[in-house]
Every structure is written in structure tokens, then in C-alpha cells.
T-cell receptor
Framework: GAGVSQSPSNKVTEKGKDVELRCDPI?????LYWYRQRLGQGLEFLIY????????KSGLPSDRFSAERTGESVSTLTIQRTQQEDSAVYLC??????????FGSGTRLTVV | AQSVTQPDIHITVSEGASLELRCNYS??????LFWYVQSPGQGLQLLLK??????LVQGIKGFEAEFKRSQSSFNLRKPSVHWSDAAEYFC?????????????FGKGTHLIIQP
């Protein structure tokens, strides 16, 4: 597609359940980022994928968080045993330094 | 590690007035610099970027930004704001030369437009 697609757009889950968030980057974009944005806050870096290189996972807040990416295509962010503090908008971006980074519309996660 | 500072959490400007949003970065070499805008409930939209060449860059929606190496700044400007410019603005920096550093964002500046 023309932009970065994220699904679902909204997700309400019960505390303790696992959730999986999906990001479809723009075709040909080798770099992919996941960020978390809590209500009224800035962007918190989670993880970075660049081509076939080992991902930079330095921003993942706990071992409940993991992410995968198949080649230069779809990425999934998984949160296990969700907690209320995980409630946030999760944003995905793909791109590169010479043409900028395009963000998806995000997944709004609410843990109840 | 690089960092980005946006000193103004909130800025209020009258419609039609000029605007300057400040951004300072901390990094030893020339970074790649970006400005994004986020309207309420929306994702982030790229306004403009700098990675080399002319230090004054033009972006979408009438915005421009100037890279000043001596001041480690990349301030965003617009000569005349419109009510639709009310949004959250984020400055971002990425380290040049490759590497797995994240795209680092400032905490954002909330722009309010007065009629």
C-alpha cells in the first residue's frame, strides 16, 4: 500500500492476556521502528529493525515485550501478560534517513 | 547517545502571527534531523528533514527549519499560522553513519492557536 498500515486500530484486552500488534511497512523500506506513546506524552522508542541485521531491542521495557520482523516486510509486536501500564498507543514507522520515516496511525491499546 | 530537547512544552500564538518552535540536539557529528506534526488522535506526519546541504529546508504546509551547527539547533518556523496548525510538534534526530540507534524524539511542543 501507499502508507504504513497498523492493525488493529483499537484493542481492548483484559489484564493478564497476551496481545499481538501488526505493522505493514511501506514496500522497500528497510528500516522499521516501534514506539509507545502514553496519553499526553512523547514517543518512547521500543525496537528497531534494519534489513537482515540483528534488531536493536534496547527500548523494550520488560521481557513481556517482544517483536519480530520477517525480512523487510511485516512486523509484529507481542505483549504477554498485559498490565494496565501497557495501555498506550503503539506506533510503527518505516523508512530511511534519506527519505524520512513514515508513521502508521497506531494501535490504541487499553488494558482493563 | 544523542538526545533532543524541545524547551517549550506549550506555545500559544495568534492566528496569522509568525511561529518558531525550538529544538536543540546533543550529538557530536552532524545528525539527520526531522520535524513531525501530530494532530489530535492522529499519527505523526513528516513536515521536513535535513541530512546535508542547504541548512534552510522547506517542508509541507508552509513550514521551514534552519540547521545551525554552532548552536546545535534545528528550529521550526512558519511566517503565518493558521488555526489548523494547532497540534503537537516533535523534533527528532537520528545518528548519521548508520548503526542501530533509534530515531530519538523530543518530548514535543503543544501549539495552541488563538483566534
Amino acid at each position: 500500500g501507499a502508507g504504513v498500515s497498523q492493525s488493529p486500530s483499537n484493542k481492548v484486552t483484559e489484564k493478564g492476556k497476551d496481545v499481538e500488534l501488526r505493522c505493514d511497512p511501506i514496500s522497500g523500506h528497510t528500516a522499521l521502528y516501534w514506539y509507545r506513546q502514553r496519553l499526553g506524552q512523547g514517543l518512547e522508542f521500543l525496537i528497531y529493525f534494519q534489513g537482515n541485521s540483528a534488531p536493536d531491542k534496547s527500548g523494550l521495557p520488560s521481557d513481556r515485550f517482544s517483536a519480530e520482523r520477517t525480512g523487510e516486510s511485516v512486523s509484529t509486536l507481542t505483549i504477554q501478560r498485559t498490565q494496565q501500564e501497557d495501555s498506550a498507543v503503539y506506533l510503527c514507522a518505516s523508512g530511511g534517513v534519506h527519505y524520512g520515516y513514515t508513521f502508521g496511525s497506531g494501535t490504541r491499546l487499553t488494558v482493563v | 547517545a544523542q538526545s533532543v530537547t524541545q524547551p517549550d512544552i506549550h506555545i500559544t500564538v495568534s492566528e496569522g502571527a509568525s511561529l518558531e518552535l525550538r529544538c536543540n540536539y546533543s550529538y557530536g557529528a552532524t545528525p539527520y534531523l526531522f520535524w513531525y506534526v501530530q494532530s489530535p488522535g492522529q499519527g505523526l506526519q513528516l513536515l521536513l528533514k535535513y541530512f546535508s546541504g542547504d541548512t534552510l529546508v522547506q517542508g509541507i504546509k508552509g513550514f521551514e527549519a534552519e540547521f545551525k551547527r554552532s548552536q546545535s539547533s534545528f528550529n521550526l518556523r512558519k511566517p503565518s499560522v493558521h488555526w489548523s496548525d494547532a497540534a503537537e510538534y516533535f523534533c527528532a534526530v537520528r545518528r548519521s553513519g548508520g548503526g542501530a540507534d533509534g530515531l530519538t524524539f523530543g518530548k514535543g511542543t503543544h501549539l495552541i492557536i488563538q483566534p
